[in-house]
């Protein structure tokens, strides 16, 4: 066969027609709207954090940088041995318990390639993550969602869930609340599969359950430095596990997932716990008093131990309230789902993003 002679087809194709069919005909994840001019906008939308991150994050990204990006004609270190060590030092597991991610995005995509196979079944609460049915999607695994009752139980949970994987937020979003570790042992005691633990929002609520992991060898949980440690940019993440499983994990995942700065990043932040907690403080006290002052105004306030709250106005019109505050570049989450359109999810910026905010909600009614 000739390689420099065009290909011949004899059948006319289209694009469409090379693709896998779930790939084609999928419709792909649409992330929060990230505005051009995103320095005019208060920006409550993506639960991003509106502090920076610790001013040790950015130093050791300039170190690691060097004065001529020498560091970065080298490849990174492809287990990100120093960032497990120092988060198994944090959370008090063996590093071999752990496996970095460019973004917890990453590594829910990873825990879906390794155990649920076309086909299968994983599922989720449904108001959670979305984006765990879009990587399922990809998968071609099936997708199954379970409601959440009036005293935020998970509506009709079988006694034997046989999915591959159930995914847990933990604090929920966009409703806020957590779950409590004796609720998620009784859930890893009903999965025959895997629990993911999203603790994506841990940082910011009053207790986490990733002990568990040591209990329950179904249980996996991950985290993320985009919200809590403002780095939502630098793309970082981890998930605590069973070493088979972290194991497994780290068999599919990129070699060099982790870039050099980001790497750099991730270590000074980490290290830097008393700017976090301090950081989560700020952003707690903010969201009681923003829930407070809403309430006042007759606002509905799911109670939230994430960063952000879910609000519904007085006429149970979120779309309106979401409208008349993009006029005056304030920009928060509206859901068009029915069990979601009435209210609002409005993450907790600085007190000063949130006292203006507050005054415009006022002025709307
Ligand atoms: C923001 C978010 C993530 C993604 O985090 P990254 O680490 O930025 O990929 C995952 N799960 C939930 C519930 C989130 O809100």
Redesign the pocket.
């Known amino acids: 066969m000739n390689l420099n002679q065009a290909p011949k087809h004899d059948i006319p194709y289209s694009t469409m027609t090379l693709l896998r069919p779930n790939i084609a005909s999928m419709n792909g994840y649409v992330p929060g709207f990230q505005p051009a001019d995103i320095a005019s906008w208060i920006k409550l939308n993506t639960?991003e954090n509106s502090y920076p991150p610790s001013p040790r994050v950015v130093e050791a990204i300039l170190a690691e940088l060097g004065t001529d990006g020498v560091s970065l004609h080298t490849y990174p270190s492809a287990s990100s041995r120093k960032l497990r060590e120092v988060a198994g030092e944090l959370y008090g597991f063996d590093p071999s318990w752990i496996i970095m991610a460019n973004?917890?995005?990453e590594v829910?995509n990873n825990l879906i390639r390794a155990c649920a196979a076309e086909g299968d079944e994983i599922g989720y609460v449904h108001p959670?993550?979305s984006y765990y049915a879009t990587l399922a999607e990809v998968q071609g695994a099936r997708v199954r969602t379970y409601g959440l009752t009036d005293d935020f139980r998970i509506a009709d949970f079988p006694d034997r869930y046989e999915g591959k994987i159930f995914f847990l937020?933990t604090p929920n979003?966009p409703l806020g609340p957590a779950f409590s570790p004796e609720y998620i042992e009784d859930l890893a005691q009903r999965c025959t599969g895997l629990l993911v633990l999203?603790e994506?929002y841990a940082d910011f609520a009053d207790g986490n359950a990733m002990d568990l992991v040591r209990k329950y060898d179904n249980i996996v949980v991950t985290r993320?430095l985009?919200?809590s440690y403002a780095l939502?940019g630098m793309?970082l993440?981890l998930a605590v596990g069973r070493p088979e499983m972290i194991a497994a994990l780290d068999k599919i995942r990129d070699h060099y997932n982790l870039d050099r700065l980001a790497q750099a990043a991730c270590v000074a932040a980490l290290l830097d716990q008393a700017y976090l907690r301090e950081c989560c403080a700020r952003i707690r006290e903010t969201r009681e008093w923003f829930s407070a002052e809403l309430r006042a105004i007759g606002y509905g306030v799911i109670p939230s131990q994430g960063n952000y709250i879910f609000a519904t106005p007085p006429d149970q019109d979120g779309k309106r309230v979401y409208e008349r505050l993009f006029d005056q570049k304030i920009l928060v989450r509206h859901f068009s789902d029915p069990i979601l359109c009435h209210g609002l999810r409005i993450s907790i910026g600085t007190q000063q993003e949130m006292e203006r905010t507050l005054a415009i909600m006022k002025e709307i009614g």
């Open positions: 639960n973004g917890s995005d829910l959670s993550y937020t979003a999203d994506t993320t985009s919200k939502a793309r993440g």
